[in-house]
């Protein structure tokens, strides 16, 4: 944990550490006193550091982002602190919807659409009302991927946590979440404690969290492997999760660090993606239909994590190794490097990093469905995010310290930029009707993003 | 074959308790390597969050990290 | 945390084996004979533990209260490079004495557990109480320490 040296207020006790965090205004970027006034004292130093970025996210022809985040984290110096965050996002453009590209136009509803016809409807809700609603759609020309042109989505988290001493080895922390979107909403916690051995060299960490939350489509949650024409949607889903994760560090000698983590998790209840949708096609490859995708509602997860840090005077390396299986058969492999360098004057660095990752697709995914197999199927979906693919990231971040303009430890500016390619494996192949038209076209993104500390 | 690769990443890291624990490590006063703010585990959390979030969105995998033990191991 | 008479007789013998030249300011080694008869408070620190910051002002209020009564304060860097010490004493400026020993000898003596760490010994060069690591509300009750060691004759 970073601590920096900025005394502002001396008195014990977190309440009377925010109370005085919030009445000290001036007090802030003193250093140190070196005589006297220590009858008078009865505490210790609050410290507080204030973390924000603002990234910038852009997929090549489909959607972007912009997300601002915010962190602050208050600490008495004696191991014990709270943290804060805030982050918002929102993410608009253009969103595959799971179809299939086709030699024929598409025609599609947007969510909230309760029809294929382009002509307005009249409503009649339980009250009585009647309404008249021209029904959203969208079209995809012959060739193109199907893309809702108008998806958007907002969201707002909240978080917070605390972490508190036990005794001169142990610590624990509890920490919860609220994420809000229009169409979704998640509450999470999480509690784990920490001891240390071998003068703290090794330390085992123990980790349980717990997540709920509540689906709420626009349009509502469509009947999963229903025929997407007749529109078949209900009301709110939920689904929970609960994950365990062990962890062990361990100090190898003076300049390389070591981790483990092992983690489980399970979520249960609705794990569709309600907007999601499966083309059916006949044995030419002619599109006939269109079905809601339908996944199991189970998934447990397994990961095995390993980082391992190293310093030497002017930079520092990172290696850090996943592997992740579950079981809806994906497993998936990741690797990350990153290296950084600082400058002569040890006030700024660059931090190139690079990041390898492949993933196996789920038993159920699949790009299409042909109209024989409809009756004898059991779980289906063409997300792409449970396809087998590689992805590389590339990026690059640059930062300089202000440690010394703004008289604060830890103050920094920094400036990142990734890029972000998948690329697909495993094609199925395509029957006739397809073939020319590009059914895994792959994501192409990059990440842009602005970070100040204080 | 993804049993056995789990398999052999746990007994890398059995591996790395058993021989380690006691034996590995360093001094309490030799910690100034680790005191420094990039080898924190926890050093560039805001990045690893945002980063998180994208991979969420994009990939079946998330999370599996902690980040406690290392650093100056002070008080 | 406290050990109460564990090395009595044995410090005499591991201060005369001194770390005359581990341990020394400029050329003067520490010879922690010269302070029997003071109490001495031996501490351990290093410029990047941050723990060490709040330390500094407590101790350089206790010399200034007791030196005269008899209390000695002495500071032992174990930082690798000199110049992360010479930084850190910039901006705290100790008037206490402050000795240098990158290569641990006498921390390893003392069988330094955790950083920062002090060891108070009385004026008959008896180790009585050892303290791992450093809090701003333990400082009532390490200054109640002092004076009962320096109210000892």
């Not at chain 2, 680790?34 to 999370?63: C, P, T, V, W």
Request: hydrophobic share 35%.
């Amino acid at each position: 944990m970073q601590l920096k040296g900025r005394p502002a207020v001396v008195r014990r006790g977190l309440i009377a550490a925010s109370c005085a965090l919030l009445g000290s205004s001036g007090a802030r970027g003193q250093e140190a006193v070196t005589s006297g006034g220590g009858a008078e004292t009865d505490g210790g130093q609050i410290d507080w550091l204030f973390d924000s970025a603002l990234a910038y996210y852009h997929e090549n022809g489909r959607v972007q982002a912009i997300e601002p985040v915010v962190n602050i984290r208050i600490d008495d110096g004696v191991g014990e602190s709270i943290n804060f965050n805030l982050t918002y996002d929102s993410l608009s453009g253009s969103s595959p919807n799971g179809a299939l590209p086709s030699n024929k136009p598409q025609t599609f509803a947007s969510p909230s659409g309760k029809s294929l016809s382009a002509a307005p409807h009249t409503y009649t809700s339980a009250s009585g009302q009647t309404s008249v609603e021209s029904a959203p759609i969208y079209t995809t020309s012959p060739g193109q991927l199907p893309v809702d042109p108008k998806y958007h989505d907002q969201r707002l988290a909240v978080g917070g946590s605390w972490q508190m001493p036990w005794s001169r080895l142990t610590r624990a922390s509890i920490g919860g979440k609220v994420s809000y979107e229009h169409d979704f909403l998640s509450l999470a916690a999480n509690a784990s404690i920490a001891h240390d051995f071998n003068q703290k060299n090794t330390t085992l960490s123990l980790g349980i969290n717990g997540e709920g939350d509540a689906v709420r489509p626009i349009g509502g949650a469509p009947l999963p492997a229903s025929d997407y024409a007749l529109f078949e949607k209900t009301g709110t889903k939920s689904k929970n999760g609960a994950g365990m994760l062990l962890g062990l560090t361990q100090v190898m000698n003076r300049r390389w660090l070591s981790e483990l983590n092992l983690s489980v998790d399970r979520f249960t209840g609705y794990l569709n993606d309600p907007y999601k949708i499966i083309s059916v096609i006949d044995t030419i490859g002619d599109t006939t239909g269109y079905l809601y995708e339908k996944r199991p509602d189970e998934r447990t997860r397994k990961s095995v994590y390993l980082e391992n840090r190293v310093a030497w005077s002017r930079a520092s390396a990172a290696l850090s190794l996943r592997y992740m299986t579950d079981d809806w058969q994906i497993h998936s492999d990741t690797a990350q490097f990153r290296v950084r360098w600082w400058t002569a004057g040890h006030d700024q660095y660059w931090e190139p990093t690079v990041r390898w990752y492949r993933q196996t697709a789920a038993d159920f995914y699949t790009p299409w469905i042909s109209s024989a197999a409809t009756p004898t199927l059991l779980y289906a979906s063409a997300d792409a995010r449970l396809g087998a693919f590689n992805a590389l990231t590339y990026g690059l971040k640059y930062a300089f310290k202000l440690e010394d303009a703004l008289d604060q430890p830890g103050s920094e500016f920094s400036v990142r930029l990734e890029y972000y390619q998948q690329t697909f494996f495993d094609k199925m192949p395509a029957p006739a009707a397809l073939q020319g038209l590009d059914l895994y076209p792959g994501l192409r993104a990059i990440l842009l993003q602005v970070g100040f500390s204080y | 074959m993804n049993r056995r690769r789990l398999r052999r990443l746990l007994i890398v890291g059995s591996a790395l308790v058993a021989s380690g624990c006691s034996s590995l490590g360093v001094k309490p006063w030799q910690r100034d390597i680790l005191a420094r703010e990039d080898m924190q585990l926890d050093s560039e959390s805001l990045d690893n969050a945002i980063d998180d979030h994208l991979y969420f969105s994009k990939e079946a995998s998330s999370g599996g990290r902690s980040f406690a033990g290392g650093g100056c191991g002070c008080n | 945390m406290r050990m109460t008479g564990r090395w009595t007789g044995r410090l005499l013998v591991a201060c005369a084996c001194a770390l005359a030249a581990a341990v020394s300011r400029g050329s003067s080694p520490l010879d922690l004979n010269s302070l029997h008869g003071r109490v001495v408070y031996l501490d351990f620190w290093a410029s990047w533990c941050t723990p060490c910051r709040q330390s500094f002002p407590w101790m350089q209020a206790m010399k200034d209260a007791y030196e005269r009564q008899g209390l000695s304060v002495v500071a032992i860097n174990l930082d690798q490079e000199r110049d992360d010490a010479e930084r850190f004493l910039q901006k705290f400026h100790p008037s206490f004495d402050v000795r240098f020993d990158p290569q641990g000898t006498l921390a390893e003596q003392f069988k330094v557990s955790g950083m920062p760490s002090s060891v108070v010994i009385d004026r008959h060069g008896i180790v009585r109480f050892t303290h791992i690591g450093f809090r701003p509300a333990d400082g009532d009750t390490y200054e109640n320490q002092l004076r009962e060691l320096i109210a000892e004759k």
